[in-house]
């Protein structure tokens, strides 16, 4: 069976920081990737996708995530990020295959600070 | 083009009431999955709707149940309501159900429901 982790469930971080949100998957077959966020009483917004192809995905809001096979990762990166980007943030897997359930992982609190 | 969207917007029930929450998908879009998503928690997948059926089903008892019409929008029922089923309900479209490649789902705001 498919299952997401997500390692940590509060990053804080200051702005202007560099951050990394952690994500491993576990999957018996190949798998789509995903990461979308969370804004207080809002629904998800897709950031980026893992589906094929380049293993390093750019997403909206300068986000990126690499696709790491061996290590059954997609770890989510900014380089610099902003007061903005305080939300809650959330892996998710699927396997596609004639079907688009999603899979989501518990969720990581990201808290930018001035 | 108007983007997915749920009603209520928030909802309060007693237990062992049943609730209706409605979901209208993005024009073009013929699927419909909804979520349930608990408090400090990731969503969870309930059950999908393509093309008026049932096209698969999360780990949910019967008393969840669905339906779509013929304009693609859904319903989520739930009956004899019970306080673990507080909630944030997520409605997500998407385009297609093909064979073999992922169709992106798009999702609405959601209904908070909470039961007393």
């Known amino acids: 069976a498919q299952s997401v982790t997500q390692l940590d469930s509060q990053v804080p971080v200051f702005e202007e920081a560099p951050v990394e949100l952690r994500c491993n998957y576990s999957?018996?077959?190949?798998?789509?990737l995903f990461w979308y966020v969370q804004y207080p009483n809002q629904g998800l917004q897709l950031l980026l996708k893992y589906l094929s192809g380049s293993t390093l995905v750019k997403g909206i809001n300068g986000f990126e995530a690499e696709f790491n096979k061996s290590q059954t990762s997609f770890h989510l990166r900014k380089p610099s990020v902003h007061i903005s980007d305080t939300a809650e943030y959330f892996c998710?897997?699927?396997?596609?295959?004639?079907?688009?359930?999603?899979?989501f992982g518990t969720g990581t609190r990201l808290q930018v600070f001035p | 083009e108007t983007g997915v969207t749920q009603s209520p917007t928030h909802l309060i029930k007693t237990r062992g009431q049943q609730v209706t929450l409605r979901c209208s998908s993005q024009s073009g879009h013929n699927t419909v999955s909804w979520y349930q998503q608990a408090l400090g928690q990731g969503p969870q997948f309930i059950f999908q709707y393509y093309r008026e059926e049932e096209n698969g089903r999360g780990n949910f008892p019967p008393r969840f149940s669905g339906l779509q019409f013929p304009n693609y929008s859904s319903e989520l029922n739930v009956n004899a309501l019970e306080l673990d089923d507080s909630a944030l309900y997520l409605c997500?479209?998407?385009?297609?159900?093909?064979?073999?490649?992922?169709?992106?789902?798009?999702f609405g705001p959601g209904t908070r429901l909470t039961v007393l």
């Open positions: 997500a479209s998407s385009p297609e159900t093909s064979g073999s490649f992922y169709n992106e789902q798009f």
């Open positions: 998710a897997v699927t396997w596609g295959y004639n079907t688009d359930k999603l899979i």
């Open positions: 999957s018996s077959v190949s798998v789509y």
